[in-house]
């Protein structure tokens, strides 16, 4: 960077930005308080794992609707979950629909009376929609869990259209828009969804804004109404016996004799990388976010405990390599991370991503410290002893608990395992070496190609710079949100 006086002033001064000396990292160092801790005898915590044959039971409620009931033994509090495996991906409309619902009444209750019927209750409900799922969630006290689950069903049996909601909904939809297209933050997640995906991605997959307008509300009202008629999970945490959560939900859970083929979801490409190429964004300021980003080995399971391994040796925090090299050696990083992430679908591929957040001057040296300890990762036997060790007494200490005990059931069978994946990492972990990660970063990380995204000042970018690292391609806002 170059610091300027200000004005005409014929004696301005130039100051050349100083070169970044490294510190030398001293990993194998220890302190004597450390060792006292290390040679401290206490025992260790037994690990506790889900297991799917006495955690939880599954039956079938109805043909291809099934119930995953796990007693609650802590408290009076019920969970109750209508669980799809469909969203916006299935249908863009489904989300806003979803975000609709909690705005409707029905012919009985106007929408702030359901709401006082439900708070009189102790009860509430909740409702979320994703690229890939969508589940409604109503919670409360058990006791009054029938009177509860009957105004839900009320509701998505018989809503009514909130003409004033509506409006509301539509106008905060495109203003939530214009505020993504001025946060920093936003507009990054968008650039990393657009090098991952191409201009068709999960994100975009949403109603344009001349579709919104042409929006009625009645075509929300048409989602809402039909949602039960699809394939879905009924989940239930709490103390009703599963004889008595069966009948209860058999008795008010009102779903059509044949349910509906789910809609086909949209299918996203992951971007090639056999070919190193910059994507960047101008945004004003004087912090770069830079994303590297590589199409990985397709999804398998067996991959489970290496890839572990090495992102918590490489990525995983404070005292990983990423973090050491960029922030505390380098000096390059507000912050740095860098992981070999599991794709959403398991017919998907991984990615190895990275993402640092330094000066708009420092991208040269940012992008070469990466691309260095990616294809040579820094060897470290106590530092990897060190992170083996925080993953294994994490899993020590880790309790999957209430109703996170049937989605970890959800995740684990749409991935291929018939058991809690963590046991296998807690098992393998122990006796994983430096040598095993290398390996691992030897065949799946090093010498592979990248997309680059760069946000920054477009001001301060330099085309030898860009040129070094692949083609440049510049994208509007327009381009990465897809409106």
Known sequence: MIYKKQGNDPDIKKISKPAITPIAINRDAQSQYLINIINSKVPPIEPVFVDYDKDLNVKELKPQISLLYAQNNENEIFELFYYYKMGRGNDKLLATAINYLKYLGTSKYTPEQLQMEFYKLACSF?????????????????????????????????????????????????????????NQQAIFDYLRNYGTWGPKSPLTNAPSSAELDQLKPEDLISRIKDLRNYPHYVMYYGQMSEQSATTLINKYHQTASVLKPLPKAVEFIQQPTDQNKILFVHYNSKQLYLSMLSKGTPYSHSLYVPISMYNQYFGGGMNAIVFQEMRESR?????????????????????????????????DEALTAFKSILDNIPQSEKAFELTKEQMINNIRRQRIRTYNVLFNYIDAKEFGWDHDSRKDLFEQAQNWTLTDVTRFQQQYIKDKKYTYCVLGDEND?????????????????????GY
């Open 126 to 182: 909740r409702i979320y929609s994703s690229n890939n799922y969508t589940y409604l969630n109503l919670w409360g006290l058990n006791s009054n869990m029938e009177k509860a689950l009957i105004l839900l069903e009320e509701l998505l049996s018989d809503p009514k259209v909130n003409a004033p909601a509506f409006t509301n909904l539509i106008s905060d939809t495109k203003k939530q828009r214009d505020d993504n297209k001025l």
């Open 331 to 363: 000096g390059l990083a507000y912050q740095a991370s860098a992981y070999y992430t599991q794709p959403p679908k398991p017919d998907l591929n991984y990615t190895m991503s990275t993402f640092i957040a330094t000066q708009n001057d420092k991208m």
């Open 461 to 481: 970018l330099d085309q030898a710079v860009v040129d070094k690292y692949g083609t440049l391609q510049k994208l509007t806002l327009e381009d990465i949100f």
